[in-house]
């Protein structure tokens, strides 16, 4: 019982199955260096508002150090019984400095402490998430410059739709990972406020300094109401969400190239050393990166479904409950990190099969969108010459021909004022060029976007 911070109310020791059960340092341990942070900060704060000593202070600051250091060299002991990392470190300074160390949990609760250490951990890891978003998006950009001039088919319904290039399709993924790293930056903001000082719930009757733990803390707000603070895990959803929806990104990305990779496709050729063989197939090379990328997403799904119910019933404020927060959040962080640390060598490493995909784009006719809007250009109303590129391209089938293998009279046959720059229209290379409008695949559009996201991508990072 003595070994317990709240222990002196209770007549009877804690059933050793209770604090099995309530126990979270088996996995909030993680937080060790955030909670030290935010205890120094919080000392300095107590030494500059006169409740620590400037000598008290600095033993403080000095014995936590010593402790992160214990724990990073694996020599602080942990045991369920002291329930959380709070309270660990808490115990480890009370035994080093004895009264001094009863001083530290002076004008702070755990309730506070905890959403400030998680806060300080989503801050981190949301940089380093967005780190890793920036390189995959580089290993984008050089993919678009090394298959530039490569005209990819592009598919709607999984139907070969239009011809666009490859650079085209590379820098798409750019956009849609920007997407992602905004909504970090979102999340980062909201998560950027101080904790500290709302205490349990009302806040506190100490003369504390709120403004100066966040300063310290390099925090961008301090947060103003403490029971909101005591309740509050909005950004550690956010986060959760970003995460899942960066998730989404990699897992239909993942399944394109599964998909592209296949004897089927032949569009792509993974790198060897990201694939994975069968113990029975001799012959097998299989995608397990991209599967377990696209495997993977579920559970972070789950962690985010499972965030949203934890706090859907809560009545105000604290409820341990929260504490369920930790292992969900960690492990869609884990997971998502270590989808994209491995999506960036794949996206460099592979090569696009030329040959093969050159061979799809010749059949298909892929062309039929530009001579309909070549007809339309000739004064034809769109519905109109939507029939009669579909005629045209049902006479091609019949003849098992290409439209550029039509002749001209059957070009005329449609449209009496058609002459040959009809064939200027047709084939895929020169449909590409023919999409002109903003954000298309026309070459000049994509060079363009090019030049952009490389000099977005050597820029320093802006994220704040
Ligand atoms: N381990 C707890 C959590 O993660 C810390 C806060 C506990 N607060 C309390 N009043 N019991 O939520």
């Not at 694996?74 to 045991?79: D, L, N, P, T, V």
């Not at 892929?366 to 049902?394: F, Y």
């Amino acid at each position: 019982m003595a070994e317990k911070a709240w222990g002196a109310v209770f007549e009877q020791a804690t059933d050793a199955r209770v604090e099995k059960f309530t126990e979270s340092v088996s996995f909030d341990r993680r937080l060790y260096a955030h909670d030290i942070d935010a205890s120094i900060a919080h000392a300095q704060m107590l030494a500059k508002v006169g409740l620590l000593s400037p000598d008290e202070c600095q033993q403080i600051e000095q014995a936590l150090g010593d402790i992160r250091r214990e724990i990073e060299q694996g020599r602080f002991q942990f045991k369920i019984e002291l329930e959380d990392i709070h309270m660990h470190i808490e115990r480890a300074l009370i035994d080093r400095l004895g009264d001094v160390g009863r001083k530290i949990h002076t004008a702070r609760s755990r309730n506070d402490q905890v959403s400030t250490d998680l806060r300080l951990w989503v801050r981190d890891s949301i940089d380093r998430i967005d780190a890793r978003i920036v390189a995959l998006q580089k290993a984008f950009v050089g993919r678009a410059e090394r298959d530039q001039g490569c005209i990819l088919p592009a598919y709607t319904h999984l139907r070969r739709a239009q011809p666009v290039l490859a650079t085209h399709y590379w820098l798409c993924y750019c956009e849609k990972l920007e997407r992602d790293r905004g909504r970090l930056a979102g999340c980062r903001s909201r998560a950027n406020v101080l904790a500290l000082g709302a205490a349990a719930v009302a806040g506190t009757s100490l003369p504390i300094d709120r403004q100066h733990v966040a300063t310290k803390l390099g925090f961008g707000a301090v947060a103003a109401n403490s029971i909101d603070v005591s309740s509050d895990r909005d950004f550690v959803l956010e986060f959760a969400f970003a995460l899942a929806m960066i998730a989404e990104h990699l897992s239909t990305w993942a399944e394109e190239w599964v998909l592209w990779s296949s004897e089927e496709f032949d569009f792509l050729s993974l790198p060897q050393p990201f694939c994975t063989g069968s113990s029975i197939m001799p012959q097998k090379v299989n995608p397990d990166v991209l599967e377990l990328t696209r495997g993977k997403t579920a559970r972070v799904i789950g962690n985010l479904t499972a965030l949203l119910v934890l706090i859907k019933g809560l009545p105000l404020a604290y409820n341990r409950d929260l504490q369920e927060d930790k292992e969900r959040i960690f492990d869609s962080f884990d997971t998502v990190d270590a989808c994209l640390e491995l999506a960036a060598p794949l996206v460099e490493g592979a090569e696009l099969n030329r040959n093969s995909i050159a061979a799809r784009l010749d059949a298909g006719h892929l062309d039929a969108t530009t001579l309909m809007e070549h007809l339309i250009r000739h004064g034809m109303p769109q519905r109109t010459a939507h029939d009669m590129a579909g005629k045209l391209v049902r006479k091609a089938l019949n003849r098992g021909v290409r439209l550029s293998d039509l002749p001209l009279e059957e070009f005329q046959a449609a449209d009496a004022l058609l002459d040959a720059s009809v064939y200027d229209m047709l084939g895929p290379e020169q449909a590409v060029r023919a999409f002109v409008s903003y954000g298309s695949t026309a070459p000049a559009q994509v060079a363009d976007q090019l030049l952009h996201w490389k000099q977005k991508l050597n820029a320093p990072a802006t994220i704040s």
